[in-house]
Antibody, heavy 123, light 106 residues
Framework: EVQLVQSGAEVKKPGESLKISCKGS????????IAWVRQMPGKGLEWMGI????????TYSPSFQGQVSISANKSITTAYLQWTSLKASDTAVYFC????????????????WGQGTMVTVSS | DIQMTQSPSSLSASVGDRVTITCRAS??????LNWYSQTPGRAPKLLIY???SLHSGVPSRFSGSGSGTEFTLTISGLQPEDVGSYYC?????????FGQGTKLEI
């Protein structure tokens, strides 16, 4: 079964660092892009950025460039989303998602999603 | 960034109704438009890709149409399990922006 399994909920204080994970299984991890999508409480979906685990090619949304870091470790088929200094406004559910077809994310819908990781940032 | 605008933002309908949600793009995205549904506390699910292709396992009451800048999602014969939020997404260019969502109540 193709699946993405994300790490568990996190509660952090402003200024702390955090790295959440998304483990892929049941498919060739290195040949499919993996995206990160934010959903703030009661709000819609926001595309943050995407990584190609084969060579760690990354594209960020301008809205998130410099605010987060995306990475992947293909040896353990896991992608990551990282913050160095969290803010209260980072409170959200974060999803990872995989496109339908391998090799490109252009013109390619997301058909496999992780279950989401709730990140709460509060003093 | 390409802006995606959905209408309406919310709607209420009855079981058996035909429901239409519209998504407009701020520039021509050809047919690179997808539709997702989401229920509270769950991950989004793909319904329609490239404007009109039904994703595997999705009931045939869901259909999509459009190209260029205007697209529609139609649910023919609304079912109780269709309650939730619906999002369009363009995959023509990066960042692959989503619409703001349409909340469907029954």
């Amino acid at each position: 079964e193709v699946q993405l399994v994300q790490s568990g909920a996190e509660v952090k204080k402003p200024g702390e660092s955090l790295k959440i994970s998304c483990k892929g299984s049941g498919y060739s991890f290195t040949t499919y892009w993996i995206a990160w999508v934010r959903q703030m409480p009661g709000k819609g979906l926001e595309w943050m950025g995407i990584i190609y685990p084969h060579d760690s090619d990354i594209t960020y949304s301008p809205s998130f460039q410099g605010q987060v870091s995306i990475s992947a470790n293909k040896s353990i088929t896991t992608a990551y989303l990282q913050w160095t200094s969290l803010k209260a406004s980072d409170t959200a559910v974060y999803f990872c998602a995989r496109p339908r077809a391998s090799g490109s994310y252009f013109a390619n819908a997301f058909d496999v999603w992780g279950q989401g990781t709730m990140v709460t940032v509060s003093s | 960034d390409i802006q995606m605008t959905q209408s309406p933002s919310s709607l209420s309908a009855s079981v058996g109704d035909r429901v239409t949600i519209t998504c407009r793009a701020s520039q021509n995205i050809k047919s690179y438009l997808n539709w997702y549904s989401q229920t509270p506390g769950r991950a989004p699910k793909l319904l329609i890709y490239t404007a009109s292709s039904l994703h595997s396992g999705v009931p045939s009451r869901f259909s999509g149409s459009g190209s260029g800048t205007e697209f529609t999602l139609t649910i023919s014969g609304l079912q109780p399990e269709d309650v939730g939020s619906y999002y369009c997404q363009q995959t023509y260019s990066s960042p692959q922006t989503f619409g703001q969502g349409t909340k469907l109540e029954i």
